[in-house]
């Protein structure tokens, strides 16, 4: 008597976790995709700086307000200042990519 009654209470548990198996792989494949890894900028800096190196090294995009270049600013030089342990180099180049996002380059490029 028990017997058949505990055979149908494992095909029934295998029934509803198949299913929920199902489902979840179903949930799993209809999810949008995720972004890959951001892929940094590979390469040297350039003699003399064009808006596109800068706005690659402050992480915006070349048409971007003011405003937004100098939170970007701000935040790749609180990550990159030289009290803080980081280049005198890179920070050089963080500000003049700042001065040439904001229109205020010289020309000189930078001491180094």
């Given at each position: 008597m ?63 307000p ?47």
């Open positions: 028990a017997t058949p009654f505990l055979a149908g209470a494992a095909i029934a548990a295998t029934a509803l976790a198949g299913r929920y198996g199902i489902q979840a792989w179903q949930a799993f494949k209809a999810r949008p995709p995720r972004p890959k890894i951001k892929k940094f900028y590979e390469g040297g800096f350039q003699p003399t700086m064009t808006r596109r190196e800068a706005a690659l090294i402050l992480g915006i995009r070349e048409s971007v003011a405003e937004k270049v100098k939170e970007a600013h701000r935040k790749v030089m609180v990550a990159n200042h030289p009290d803080a342990g980081g280049s005198h180099f890179l920070a050089s180049k963080i500000n003049e990519a700042k001065d040439v996002m904001l229109g205020k380059t010289k020309g000189g490029g930078s001491p180094f």
